[in-house]
């Protein structure tokens, strides 16, 4: 058994020097020749896709650029990359991102990660394909944002690595995936993939995300910028803190037992060992796993048929078809003369359309039971 340690400040805003002391306190915690013998740096961000800075969706620019200050200055080669999902450009992504940028201020090499070839492993049977860039940088810097999910109920340092997957593979993945046991199976599956690569974990909650994440959920000043070596530790304290168990986070239990983890031997500063995120909505993102667990197996079907939620294009849908061109399985279409349409019967609940509009245009249906479950 190991006893990795979680860094966590408080800071309240981003003020540059505020992150940058932060980020080069968490990395001086690092051992061995890992960071003097390598040349080459990934940032891998949070570039879900097209969101400003202030909506809380995306690693803020703020972090980064203090990530990218504290290799630069010690003479490294610095890549920031990311394989945002949809149909968006990358271009698009960059520059709403407010990442564009940093690429003019610094002297560092944007990628995008499903351009540069990829390689396909295998886990226990499961198959996925992984950016060559995870490959052609010895340091790898996971630098994750602090939200809720609707599908994983947590977003954390774990679930941003999916964006090594390139491009609308990932959406294929989804399609495959649609429920949440099956998407943690694959989500282990890529932590087994890419755990030894990754150096160091951040996570930006300085601005987090509660009630519907990952997209489309409330921006809140959590204050806390966190860091660890260890990716399912760092998920476990950041879980914790929103008020999650480690059953709630479908992924977490095995992630931690793959590296040998005992929750209490996570090691945190004092004054974080039982903080709790002021009145955090996760409500609504726990979903009907919760209470599926306490429902008799002979009434499930019956639950099953009176317990359901889609997705729903909105009347705040500016027909951009963003959606229409991210749905895996093509369960969305023109209506004509409307704004598209969602098939229920076709839909898999991916919610990659929640995620993916730019405009925030996508509800989730609920029926009067999920309603009254969900509140």
């Not at 570039?47 to 490294?76: C, D, M, N, S, W």
């Not at 860091?227 to 008020?243: E, H, K, N, Q």
Request: glycine share 6%; net charge positive.
């Amino acid at each position: 058994m190991i006893n990795p340690s979680v860094q966590i400040r408080k800071i309240e805003s981003y003020d540059l020097s505020a992150v940058e002391e932060a980020v080069q306190s968490f990395l001086s915690q690092l051992k061995g020749a890992k960071l003097s013998r390598n040349k080459r740096v990934l940032i891998k961000t949070n570039a879900l896709g097209a969101f400003a800075p202030q909506r809380a969706v995306t690693t803020h620019p703020i972090v980064l650029e203090a990530i990218i200050r504290y290799f630069l200055e010690r003479g490294k080669e610095v890549w920031l990359g990311d394989s945002p999902g949809g149909t968006v450009s990358f271009n698009t992504v960059w520059q709403t991102c407010e990442y564009a940028e940093l690429a003019e201020r610094y002297p560092i090499k944007v990628v995008n990660l499903s351009t540069l070839g990829f390689r396909e492993l295998s886990y226990r049977g499961i198959k996925l394909k992984l950016s060559e860039a995870l490959w052609q940088c010895g340091i790898v810097i996971n630098a994750a944002k602090y939200k809720t999910h609707s599908l994983m109920a947590f977003t954390g340092a774990l679930k941003n690595l999916y964006g090594l997957v390139p491009g609308m593979v990932k959406s294929e993945y989804h399609r495959d995936n649609p429920d949440t046991k099956s998407f943690s199976d694959l989500l282990i599956a890529l932590f087994a993939l890419t755990r030894h690569r990754v150096t160091y974990s951040f996570i930006d909650g300085i601005v987090g995300m509660d009630g519907a994440g990952p997209s489309s959920g409330n921006p809140r000043p959590f204050g806390l910028f966190l860091g660890s070596t260890s990716i399912p530790a760092l998920d476990t304290v950041a879980a914790r803190m929103l008020g999650f168990g480690i059953s709630d986070v479908p992924y977490l239990s095995e992630a931690l037992h793959l590296e040998g983890i005992l929750p209490s031997r996570i090691k945190v500063p004092t004054s974080f060992t039982h903080y709790r995120i002021p009145q955090a909505d996760i409500s609504v993102v726990k979903l009907r796993k919760e209470t599926l667990k306490y429902v008799p197996s002979v009434l499930r079907y019956a639950f099953k048929k009176l317990y359901f939620y889609h997705p729903q294009v909105s009347e705040r849908c500016l027909r951009c078809g963003i959606c229409v061109k991210s749905c895996p399985v093509k369960a969305i279409t023109w209506a004509e003369k409307e704004r598209p349409f969602v098939n229920r019967e076709q839909c898999i609940k991916c919610m990659c359309c929640h995620e993916m509009c730019p405009h925030n245009a996508i509800d989730i249906h609920k029926s009067l039971l999920a309603k009254a479950v969900l509140r």
